[in-house]
């Protein structure tokens, strides 16, 4: 196995559109882009520095729904089902975490993923892991494994972070390999516990549920092919000369894809376009990506079985790999525990809240990183953040010009009492801007 297949690299990506979408979208007008760019133009970041952490990107897609008692009570059903016992320790060296990952992930049992702990050990470093390295491990495995630049994902159009599988994933060496190793991260996340950091378009979640795709899945990726099938639904196709068939240009040639046995020769009619519609939902949302999302799926239902998972619809499942990137600031505060002199009413804690409101949403996620090692917020919101540990503020005495000092084991941070609010904001920006690793006094 090549471990370092998915070095950074300048992958390029190719186009894949078939012949079909410009034939039926001459009849149409330029689609209007939906939804808008998080960060208008701009992909992300390639960082130089190898001490770099991409910022905490909130996908652009509507507020999570309200918890009802139907996902709570499957949502405690599924984290019922393994008992953790003995543990699975990682030895993970900061500078090689994907291809230690994988050594480590890939070489453990089926069972032993499903009834040990996960407990991580970053090499060369002092820390107990009571929860914090192995919540940071997985928050920065994936913002790694799933970060479109490697070539295994891409982003599902330009108006949204959320990712699919890339149709030319299958040019990097031992792909498959790859996938099932995805497919194991996802679900070893969810039977410990613990929230990655990806956001899959619609139609991902439904795969893994083995749901049908719909036109709705369509409309979230790619909003001119969306309407091209709306016009085909509400006109005569006849006129258009269509079969069940379509030319998809890859890099090396354009070939002739039927969408059903003798698809070539079976004109679309009124009578069969429906078919042909669904058909064609398929095929744009498995386009080139059929071994792969078969290996990634295969492989995570080694570790959780569909019947596990059928109970959630695909935006609950979305909450249960994920979590949520919104920030309530109420229940953050609500949930938040002050020791060392501080209380909530202590002028320092004041600044801090007011520094904290200040915050863009992306601030507010890299301070949550800082201290906890992740920046998604689970299901239940900040009482439940730390997996015991709420989050805590402690007077750090001494010099009011140092940082502040994270201790994401105990999702806790050392606050010095500084002199002014914008002292105080000075060096919490600073600190979490500049500061990657967490530190045990």
């Given at each position: 196995m090549h471990y370092f297949a998915l070095e950074l690299i300048d992958f390029h990506y190719f186009s894949l559109k078939s012949a079909w979408d410009a034939e039926i979208q001459q009849?149409?007008?330029?689609?209007?882009?939906?939804?808008?760019?998080?960060?208008?133009?701009?992909?992300?970041?390639?960082?130089?520095?190898?001490?770099?952490?991409?910022?905490?990107?909130?996908?652009?897609?509507?507020?999570?729904?309200?918890?009802?008692?139907?996902?709570?009570?499957?949502?405690?059903?599924?984290?019922?089902?393994?008992?953790?016992?003995?543990?699975?320790?990682?030895?993970?060296?900061?500078?090689?975490?994907?291809?230690?990952?994988?050594?480590?992930?890939?070489?453990?049992?089926?069972?032993?993923?499903?009834?040990?702990?996960?407990?991580?050990?970053?090499?060369?470093?002092?820390?107990?892991?009571?929860?914090?390295?192995?919540?940071?491990?997985?928050?920065?495995?994936?913002?790694?494994?799933?970060?479109?630049?490697?070539?295994l994902f891409q982003y599902s159009n330009s108006n949204t972070y959320t990712i699919e599988i890339s149709p030319f994933a299958s040019q990097i060496e031992d792909s498959l390999q790859w996938f099932k190793f995805a497919g194991r991260v996802i679900g070893f996340a969810i039977i410990q516990g613990y929230l990655l950091d990806v956001f899959f378009a619609p139609h991902v979640y439904k795969a893994l549920l083995n749901r049908p795709f719909s036109m709705n899945d369509i409309e979230a990726i790619d909003v001119s092919f969306y309407n091209s099938l709306v016009y085909l639904q509400e006109n005569d196709p006849e006129d258009l000369q269509l079969t069940f068939s379509v030319e998809e240009e890859t890099p090396e040639k354009v070939v002739e894809m039927e969408l059903k046995k003798g698809g070539s020769k079976i004109p679309v009619t009124k009578k069969n376009k429906k078919e042909y519609v669904e058909l064609m939902v398929n095929w744009r949302l498995s386009r080139g990506v059929q071994k792969q999302m078969e290996a990634l799926i295969a492989s995570l239902r080694e570790l959780i079985p569909l019947k596990y998972l059928s109970p959630f619809d695909a935006r609950e499942l979305e909450w249960v790999i994920a979590g949520t990137p919104e920030i309530n600031l109420d229940d953050w505060k609500a949930n938040t525990v002050y020791c060392g002199g501080y209380s909530a009413q202590h002028k320092v804690i004041t600044w801090f809240w007011k520094a904290v409101e200040y915050y863009s949403n992306e601030q507010q996620l890299r301070l949550l990183q800082f201290v906890t090692g992740t920046s998604s917020i689970p299901f239940g919101g900040f009482k439940v953040l730390g997996g015991g540990h709420c989050f805590t503020i402690q007077m750090l005495r001494g010099n009011p010009d140092m940082l502040p000092i994270a201790h994401t084991c105990f999702c806790r941070l050392d606050l010095p009492c500084y002199n002014s609010p914008e002292d105080l904001r000075a060096k919490l920006t600073l600190a979490i801007e500049e500061c990657e690793d967490f530190a045990l006094n």
């Open positions: 009849y149409l007008p330029d689609a209007q882009p939906c939804g808008e760019n998080i960060r208008s133009g701009e992909g992300p970041a390639r960082s130089t520095s190898t001490h770099a952490t991409p910022a905490p990107v909130t996908p652009s897609k509507a507020v999570p729904p309200q918890i009802n008692n139907h996902f709570a009570i499957a949502l405690q059903k599924l984290q019922s089902r393994w008992e953790l016992q003995s543990e699975i320790c990682l030895g993970i060296r900061r500078e090689y975490i994907l291809a230690d990952a994988f050594s480590c992930i890939m070489r453990e049992s089926v069972t032993n993923l499903q009834t040990r702990r996960c407990k991580v050990t970053w090499v060369d470093e002092a820390s107990i892991d009571v929860g914090g390295p192995s919540r940071e491990f997985f928050f920065k495995l994936s913002r790694l494994l799933f970060n479109p630049h490697y070539g």
